[in-house]
């Protein structure tokens, strides 16, 4: 059965530092790859995504995601953390298979120090 | 206006009574699920459609039921609320026609049984 572990619950940078979110997938097959973040009192808004191809993946606000295929791994980063990016953050997977389903992971919580 | 509406936002209910959470989506996906959110626990999967006639129950069906009224409506409800039934919960869709398409997300309907 597929699974996602997000290691961290809770992430705490410096207004300006890198910010490293981490994503580790279980899966036979390497599956479609999403990251999402939500905002206070908001629904899940789509970051980015990997589905094939370019194995770096660009995404909104800044973030991007590297596919490692050997690690399965799809760590999400920026390179210089803004106020605005204080949010949850929730990696997804869903398997090849048509009949498949999305499934996420625990979440971590951003926080951003000035 | 959104693309997929969740109705109420807000609910208080109490314990034993059943309760109906609406999704309707003007997409046009195919796909539809439900979802709830607990802190620290992620998005965890209830039920979920591939379409009209096809309904699957998620990781936690257990006290949930669905209806798929249309393509564009998917209702949850709860039969008898208990309070750890208090919870954030999601409607989502999705595509099975493209490649790796992401769900989309309602604002969410937060749901306290007391």
């Known amino acids: 059965a597929q699974s996602v572990t997000q290691l961290g619950s809770h992430v705490s940078v410096s207004e300006g530092a890198l910010v490293l979110l981490r994503c580790n997938y279980s899966s036979s097959v390497p599956p479609y790859l999403f990251w999402y973040v939500q905002y206070p009192n908001q629904g899940l808004q789509l970051l980015l995504k990997?589905?094939?191809?370019?194995?770096l993946v660009k995404g909104i606000n800044g973030f991007e995601a590297e596919f490692k295929k050997s690690e399965t791994s799809f760590h999400l980063t920026k390179p210089s953390a803004h106020m605005s990016d204080a949010a949850e953050y929730f990696c997804?997977?869903?398997?090849?298979?048509?009949?498949?389903?999305?499934?996420f992971g625990s979440g971590t919580r951003l926080s951003i120090r000035p | 206006d959104a693309d997929v509406t969740q109705t109420p936002r807000n609910r208080i209910t109490k314990t034993g009574k059943r309760i109906m959470l609406e999704c309707s989506q003007t997409k046009g996906h195919d796909r539809m699920y439900w979802y709830r959110q607990d802190p620290g626990l992620g998005l965890r999967l209830i039920y979920y459609s591939f379409d009209v006639k096809d309904i699957n129950k998620g990781e936690i069906s257990d006290g949930y039921s669905v209806s798929r009224q249309a393509q564009a409506k998917f209702s949850l409800s709860l039969e008898s609320a208990i309070p750890n039934q208090t919870a954030l919960y999601f409607c989502?869709?999705?595509?099975?026609?493209?490649?790796?398409?992401?769900?989309?997300f309602g604002q969410g309907t937060r749901l306290t049984v007391v």
């Open positions: 990997y589905t094939t191809g370019a194995t």
């Open positions: 989502a869709t999705s595509d099975s026609t493209g490649r790796g398409t992401e769900a989309f």
């Open positions: 997804a997977v869903r398997p090849y298979s048509s009949a498949s389903k999305i499934i």
